[in-house]
């Protein structure tokens, strides 16, 4: 494995890391999950990611029972907070109560005394930014959280929240997680330049487009059998990405890793890596085998002229 610092801290996290979105806790039995997580350290992952919102919990329960086996100071463990946990008026947002009240209920779930990444899982137009931050401040002093982060923010939002904690003197986010992949590059623009200035590093979700980046799905073909589209609850955002250029596109990328001698999620994770500012690729997995194929691609080095030939087929 590989590992990158992440933003301007100390810490180190591996290129690959593991998530648990729509897996662990739901569509994933519990065993199997375990599997999972326990071939993703094998192989040098350090780095897990999960949030109170999967499966309202559930999958911080699978998630925590399967890395108590592995001593605390040897993996990086994320959460998150922001969505409804419930129906009341206060069960979500980034009010001081949602924030410590999910805190600490994700610390029960887990079966940890401290979160290492706490991430604000969307921005909350409703709630003062200093409220928030001064409460996530307050976990990390009372040693609860050890670095904060943010999820699928603005620029100009990031840029807030470092205003208002120089401002105040509070802890700096330092890690933002934003989707990225070869059909979804908005943050490219300001996202990176911005977070590359301030030292804050990427660690990027749906790196294989929610599947579109395996070569699973070919045009001209029926759906594969429980594959993600065909899962109710993403089977909207997936139609937007079937569209037939995209499938297109993705035949030729695929003849692009084939001549690589690599596989398409491995030259799609590559293409990922190539950026400084990502410090980790968040993978999803239903198979352990699945982990395997995809920590290959941090041996991968795309050269100037396969950057280009991948440019000039997404263009």
Known sequence: MKFRKLGRTGLKVSEISLGSWLTYGSTVATDQSE?????AYETGINFFDTANVYERGEAEIVVGKALKKYPRESYVLATKVFWPM?????????????????????????????????????YDPETPIDETLRTIDDLVRQGKVLYVGVSEWTASQISEALRTSDKYLLDRIVVHQPAYNMFHRRIEAE??????????????????????????????????ENSRATNEKINRSMQSLLKEE??????KLDEVAK??????????????????????????????EHVL???????????????????????
């Open 246 to 251: 995209n499938l297109v596109k993705v035949g």
């Open 293 to 315: 194929e995809n920590v290959k691609a941090i041996d991968v080095t795309l050269s100037e002229d396969v950057l280009e030939e991948i440019e000039h087929i997404l263009a």
């Open 35 to 39: 599997k999972i997580i326990d071939t």
């Open 191 to 224: 996202v990176i330049p911005y977070s590359e200035q301030q030292g804050i590093s990427q660690v990027v979700f749906s790196p294989l487009a929610q599947g579109l980046l395996t070569g699973k799905y070919k045009l001209g073909q029926p759906l594969p």
């Open 86 to 122: 419930g129906e009341g008026v206060n069960d979500r947002g980034l009010s001081r109560k949602h924030v410590y009240e999910q805190a600490n209920a994700s610390l029960k779930r887990l079966g940890l005394d401290y979160i290492d990444i706490y991430y604000c899982h969307r």
């Open 259 to 288: 001549g690589l001698n690599i596989s398409l999620s491995q030259l799609a994770l590559a293409w990922i890596l190539r950026q400084p500012n990502v410090a980790s690729a968040l993978i999803g997995a239903t198979k352990p």
